[in-house]
DNA sequence: CGCTCAGTTGAAAGGTTTCAAAAACCGTGG
DNA sequence: CCACGGTTTTTGAAACCTTTCAACTGAGCG
């Protein structure tokens, strides 16, 4: 039973997080230095520099992991979805900043009491071994992007990979989860030159946009296409 | 005893590779399924897109893993040097290719063997599962240089890095493993790019060159500083 | 209804790439 | 041991794409 009065058992993400590798016993056991913990937009879960504290699982919500450099300029490096895990076990150091994108919730545990969880359960040792795995494929297709792909490119393939997640039909209206801060700052671009190939798109007919945020793609070959 | 005749016991990175962690019995079996390898310079053990064959130890030499674009874009995700693992276990498909920049010796084993070592042996998965996370800590720097610095700043990084791998003492000589070609698919630069930078920071008497492999740090400050 | 902030658009500057050619390097063979 | 030929590296100039700086527009909200 946590802070906030919930329990594993009606957890949002119970079967998909990290701890559905668990048993009753273990799980009864991590559960009971963990703790729920809200994210406002914008709130950040740790620093990158400072002391790795914690690990968590995303409830709900959105989070994006940034590197930055010594003189302030930012990347963002991963995104965290609901059931998605967060924390760096067995480093002393984080090197990334987490920060809620969209109001979040986590059960956050110590990282020591997550790692003896994770040393004493093989199932989940092994299941955060696939996602890291997985995201690990994901950071170089990543660095391809970043180093190899038109601004043109960069643009079309994050439209593609946020319709993807929205699990938008063809031609259906979607929500982009991102600011066009956001989407530069994942792309390694600048907010202009996301906004001018936005333009561009839409002017070839390929995209439709709605205010800000809403998004519809009208031609998923010819973004496919572009996303080279 | 392997294909070439070499036991386990007088493996050159015999604790410090992954089946550092098995026991006595685990790697015999697993040893019984493994066999050496040779690599000659730019040979590759996999490709991209091709189905995930194969895991491997590099025993000696150093390899790179390599991304693609649909029409042909390459980008250097990764380097492995000796004692790493090599491999996507866990996937069917491997999305990087592997290719030796040096000689190459590997101890290359039928995935579905390796997978089943792995799972047999918790301890080994927990160090996979450690190198992995400093692979992908790695990877999350790599982005950050790849989409936020400049020509300059990447060049005097991977100096940087190739001389504390090199173990150059300040101002002594070594060698670069990397030809101008590989720096640049490493930094995201082109081989002019990379040429350009290195004659400047030989110009500004920061390093100092000897044929296009040797190499000397002048001025490690200097360096460092430029290296953002 | 006006204010504020995010997003868009424009023009100029800047850094990296591209294309081209010269120079240096390296292994080979005389 | 030096000359040779192919390859890698360096250098130059122009083109290109993205960034920067600046101003404008539009959307959301009190």
Known sequence: MSETGKSCAECAVRGEALCAALDENALAALSATGRRRRLARGESLSWAGHESAVCAN??????????????GR?????????????????????????????????????????????????DMERLLLRRTLETLDAARERMLMLARKTAGERVA???LDCARRAE???GSEFDLPLTRGEMAELLGLTIETVSRQLTRLRARGIIATRGARGMAIRDAAALEAAAG
């Open 168 to 170: 938008a039909a063809d």
């Open 157 to 159: 393939w994050l439209l």
């Open 74 to 122: 930012e990347q963002i490096v991963g995104i965290a979805y609901p059931a998605d895990f967060v924390g760096r076990p067995f480093a002393r150091d984080a090197d990334v900043t987490v920060t809620a994108l969209a109001p979040s919730e986590l059960c956050v545990f110590p990282r020591g009491d997550f790692e003896r969880a994770l040393t004493g359960c093989a």
């Open 58 to 71: 995303l409830i709900q919500g959105m989070m994006k992991l940034t590197a930055s450099t010594a003189d």
